[in-house]
C-alpha cells in the first residue's frame, strides 16, 4: 500500500514515453480528450506487431484513466511482493529479471475483455520478462433461482450456514453450542459451498438452488458427505490408536513387513465397493488426476487457460460412495485375535493411504478434512 503512489508515478513516466500512447498530458490533442482520461494507447498496433494471439479482435484504442492505472499499480505491487515457490522450474535464461510468476487473471466471462485491456496496458508500460506470463482463466455466470432479492457473498455464506446447522440438528439432535461444534459446521458450510461452486467446469453457468433442501448432511454429491467419510476414516484410526495404548492390538507394523494377501475384498454387484477398487479406480490414478486438475498448462499460443476443480470434486464424490459402501459392509478392525491381526493390519495400510489421499485432494481445494462429525 504505501509503495502504491511511486509505482502509479512510475506508471504515468511509462505511459508518457511509450511509442504506442498519443494525447498524453503532455502532449498535443490533450483538449480533445474526454474528461478523466489521462491518454489514448494503442493496443491494437501494438498486438500486431508482437505477434500476440488468442486476445479480442475488437481491442483497438485503449482510453487510459487514473482509475485503470491504479489497478495497474495494485497488480504491478502484487508481483513485487510475490514469492516463487519453485524457481527453479523455469529456466533463469528466460526471466532475466528473475521472476518466474505466472500471472493468472480470474475473471467473469462479463469482464474478459476489460481485463484483457489491463493485461495489454502492463504488457505496454512494463515491458519486462515477467509480465509475458499473463493467461486468463475466465468463470461463467453465476444465476439465482427465484432470488426474493439480489444476494451478496457474505449473505450466501450466512443462508448456507444456517441450513447447514438445521440439516445438522435434524441429523444429530441439538447440537451443543461450543466451540467444536462451531468448528464443524463452519467446514462443512465451506465443504458445502465448494463442491456446489467448482463441482462445475469454471467456463459454465453455475445455478444455485437457495432452498433449503439443496443442503444435505446425506446427500451424496456434496461436499459435506466427502467430510463425513474423512471423519469416518480419522475416528477408526483414533479408535485403534487407543486400543494400541491399552494394548488390545500391537502397533502397525511397516508396509514392508505387511502380508497383503489377505485383501481379497473385490467390487461385485452383490457386494459393492472392494479393496481392490479402491486401489485400482483411486490410489493408482491419484497423481494423474491431481496432474490434470491442479497444474497450470505449460506456455502455449492464445491467453485462456482451464483449471480442472471440477475433476477432483467428482473424484473425492465417487471416492467417498466407494469407500462408504466398502466400509459400511467390512468390520476392519476386529476381534483381538493374532491369527486375525494380517488382514487387519493390511486393511488399515489400504485405509491409510485412501485417508492420506482424501486430505491430499482436499488441501487442492484448500479445505481442511474434518476429523470428526
Known amino acids: 500500500g504505501s509503495a502504491l503512489p511511486d509505482t ?3 506508471l504515468k513516466r511509462a505511459l508518457g514515453q511509450s511509442p504506442y500512447a498519443t494525447a498524453c498530458e503532455q502532449g498535443l490533442g490533450r483538449a480533445a480528450l ?10 491494437k498496433n501494438f498486438v500486431e506487431q508482437q505477434g500476440l494471439v488468442g486476445y479480442d479482435p475488437n481491442l483497438d484504442v485503449l482510453l487510459v484513466t487514473e482509475g485503470k492505472l491504479r489497478a495497474l499499480a495494485e497488480l504491478q505491487q502484487a508481483l513485487l511482493q510475490c ?28 469482464e474478459e475483455f476489460q481485463q484483457q485491456q489491463l493485461d495489454l496496458l502492463w504488457r505496454i508500460l512494463d515491458p519486462g520478462a515477467h509480465t509475458a506470463l499473463q493467461k486468463h482463466l475466465v468463470c461463467g455466470p453465476v444465476k439465482v433461482t427465484n432470488p426474493s432479492s439480489p444476494i451478496g457473498a457474505d449473505q450466501y455464506f450466512q443462508l448456507r450456514r444456517r441450513q447447514m ?10 447440537l451443543a453450542q461450543d466451540e467444536a461444534w462451531t468448528e ?6 465451506a465443504a458445502a459451498i465448494r463442491f456446489e461452486m467448482l463441482s462445475t467446469a469454471h467456463r459454465s453457468q453455475i445455478t444455485l438452488d437457495l432452498e433449503d433442501s439443496s443442503i444435505s448432511t446425506k446427500g451424496t454429491k456434496s461436499g459435506a ?7 469416518r476414516l480419522a475416528t477408526l484410526f483414533d479408535t485403534y490408536q487407543r486400543a494400541v495404548e491399552r494394548g488390545t492390538y500391537p502397533a502397525l507394523p511397516p508396509a514392508s513387513e505387511l502380508n497383503f494377501s489377505g485383501l481379497r475384498e473385490e467390487a461385485s454387484a452383490e457386494k459393492g465397493s472392494g479393496e481392490w477398487l479402491l486401489l485400482f479406480n483411486y490410489l493408482l490414478p491419484f497423481p494423474e488426476v491431481l496432474q490434470q486438475a491442479a497444474q497450470l498448462p505449460p506456455p502455449t499460443k492464445g491467453i485462456r487457460i482451464t483449471a480442472s476443480t471440477e475433476t477432483v470434486c467428482k ?8 469407500f462408504s459402501s466398502y466400509y459400511n459392509r467390512v468390520h476392519v478392525l476386529g ?20 485417508r492420506d489421499m482424501f486430505h491430499s485432494a482436499l488441501a487442492t481445494l484448500h479445505l481442511r478434512p474434518l476429523s470428526q462429525i
Open 315 to 322: 473424484f473425492l464424490i465417487q471416492l467417498s460412495m466407494d
Open 34 to 43: 474526454p474528461e478523466g482520461v489521462i491518454c489514448k494507447v494503442h493496443l
Open 335 to 354: 476381534e483381538p485375535f493374532p491369527h486375525l491381526f494380517d488382514q487387519m493390519f493390511a486393511r488399515l495400510q489400504l485405509l491409510g493411504a485412501v
Open 225 to 231: 458427505f466427502v467430510m463425513y467419510n474423512c471423519a
Open 184 to 189: 464443524v459446521i463452519d467446514t462443512l458450510t
Open 83 to 110: 514469492t516463487v515457490s519453485h524457481p527453479v522450474a523455469m529456466p533463469a535464461s528466460r526471466f532475466p529479471a528473475g521472476n518466474c510468476c505466472s500471472i493468472v487473471h480470474v475473471v467473469n466471462c462479463e
Open 165 to 174: 446447522y438445521e440439516a445438522s440438528v435434524m441429523k444429530y439432535g441439538e
Open 8 to 10: 502509479l508515478l512510475a
